[in-house]
């Protein structure tokens, strides 16, 4: 089992691009969560799919959206790039089940914005 | 809002002394607590979580409802302990995690 996987690893944007992340959950997992992490700082919930549909959103602006394929599989878009949309972004997945679950991270999508 | 704080971003131990990583966290209800380590060119993995009251790697951590603390401790460190430490928090029921900004261990041989 290859565990949470994203792509790509690294990426160079400029400033007003957009950029789209990908992400296929662990095997067996149908719940998929991206986090935003700054250098220097703990990881930020940005939105969580299940069922093709945003269950819940942290405190991003709209310019963050996602989507969700019927393979559980998720992307994250970015408009209109800032510099500080600089981060690692990481994708997270988890089993529906009663009570939280222990997330699984990826390896994370290294974006920079110049 | 949740909040989790972790008062120290670096700490640096000697092999075989004990080690404790400070967590704290406000929320007015029941938490649930979490410790995810990311070791060298790793992953961010679940080290422990408070309802399963086990040991992973000789870690333990209690939590303090009075204190509203969640404190990652660990008898005698080991040069493999040396990774970023995050405390995190989940309201039961919903995955979303508040992670604190993390704490760099170093174990010096």
């Known amino acids: 089992d290859a565990g949470v996987t994203q792509s790509p690893t690294h990426l160079i944007k400029t400033r007003g691009q957009q950029v789209t992340l990908r992400c296929s959950p662990k095997s067996g997992h149908d719940t998929v969560s991206w986090y935003q992490q700054a250098l220097g700082q703990g990881p930020q919930f940005i939105f969580q799919?299940?069922?093709?549909?945003?269950?819940q959103r942290g405190n991003f602006p709209d310019r963050f959206s996602g989507h969700q394929f019927p393979n559980y599989s998720s992307e994250l878009n970015v408009n209109a790039l800032l510099l500080g949309d600089s981060a690692l972004y990481l994708c997270a997945s988890s089993p529906i089940m009663e009570g939280s679950s222990p997330l699984h991270f990826g390896n994370g999508t290294r974006l920079t914005v110049t | 809002a949740q909040r989790v704080t972790q008062p120290e971003k670096l700490l640096s131990v000697f092999k075989g002394a004990p080690v404790e990583l400070k967590c704290n966290y406000s929320?007015?209800?029941?938490?649930?607590l979490f410790w995810y380590v990311q070791y060298s060119r790793q992953r961010l993995q679940l080290l422990l979580r408070h309802i399963s009251r086990e040991s992973i790697k000789g870690f333990t951590a209690d939590l303090n409802k009075g204190e509203t603390s969640f404190h990652l401790k660990k008898p005698f460190a080991q040069e493999e302990d040396s990774a970023m430490y995050y405390c995190?928090?989940?309201?039961?029921?919903?995955?979303?995690?508040?992670f604190g900004t993390g704490t760099r261990l170093t174990i010096i041989p």
């Open positions: 799919y299940y069922e093709e549909e945003e269950r």
């Open positions: 929320y007015s209800g029941s938490p649930e």
């Open positions: 995190a928090l989940s309201v039961f029921g919903n995955e979303k995690l508040t």
